[in-house]
């Protein structure tokens, strides 16, 4: 599976942004689906993850401010983040992997396929 994220940018503290992901190739409504991010010289962090059952997992840092959600129609994973601050400034990868146990969805290492990536700047 191809995974094409988009969304990112720059936006105010306090400001919302909607990331996307579109997936191409594979059988879509049986994925897990995750955005990880990457802030510059730190490792890379557990965002959110949604199963293929609707079922969504976040990072205590995001918890309360980000929604993931998933359109298996289009094919395609949402990160809606809202009350953005400086600290999430980072690089937002999302990721998909068809045969993850629960116990894993917060490792990167699970996952299978990354997008490349999009820019989430949080600036005044």
């Known amino acids: 599976v191809q995974l094409q994220a988009s969304g990112g940018g720059l936006v105010q503290p306090g400001g919302s942004l909607r990331l996307s992901c579109a997936a191409s190739?594979?059988?879509?409504?049986?994925?897990?689906l995750g955005w990880f991010r990457q802030a510059p010289g730190k490792e890379r962090e557990f965002v959110a993850t949604?199963?293929?059952?609707?079922?969504?997992y976040y990072g205590d840092s995001v918890k309360g401010r980000f929604t993931i959600s998933r359109d298996n129609a289009k094919k395609t994973v949402y990160l809606q983040m809202n009350s953005l601050g400086p600290e999430d400034t980072a690089v937002y990868y999302c990721?998909?992997?068809?045969?993850?146990?629960?116990?894993?969805?917060?490792?990167?290492?699970?996952?299978?396929?990354w997008g490349q990536g999009t820019l989430v700047t949080v600036s005044s």
């Open positions: 949604i199963r293929s059952t609707g079922h969504t």
């Open positions: 990721a998909a992997d068809g045969s993850l146990i629960l116990s894993t969805i917060r490792d990167d290492h699970q996952y299978d396929y």
């Open positions: 190739g594979g059988t879509f409504t049986r994925y897990t």
